[in-house]
């Protein structure tokens, strides 16, 4: 009898330390998807805050992009103004040819 009491307490302490071991197994992997889930929160507030970085470089190259075509037409203008300045030195010079040969016909009327 005392050889099967015996066993019966060895076995019943085998089905609890099998119990024992489920459950650390059981928090383990509890743990594991824990600590997954919180690495996933993380990276997503990281690609969230990394989404949120691309729309304001993206509105800074559409703001950059604005002010370029603002210089180009600006540049634009200053050419016009350009060619029609180029325009009246042209014809300031035929002026001062025309004044000079004034000035010669009226010297060569007094010599």
Do not use: W, Y
């Not at 889930?37 to 989404?51: S, W």
């Amino acid at each position: 009898m005392k050889k099967l009491v015996g066993r019966a307490d060895v076995e019943d302490g085998l089905g609890r330390l099998d119990r024992l071991t489920q459950d650390e197994v059981g928090m383990a992997a509890a743990q594991g998807l824990r600590a997954t889930h919180e690495v996933d929160e993380k990276v997503q507030a990281i690609d969230d805050k990394a989404q949120s970085i691309d729309n304001k470089v993206q509105g800074v190259d559409d703001t950059v992009h604005a002010v370029d075509n603002k210089v180009q037409a600006v540049e634009d203008k200053v050419q016009v103004v350009d060619e029609k300045v180029q325009g009246v030195d042209d014809r300031m010079r035929d002026v001062d040819d025309k004044i000079d040969f004034i000035i010669d016909g009226v010297q060569f009327l007094f010599n």
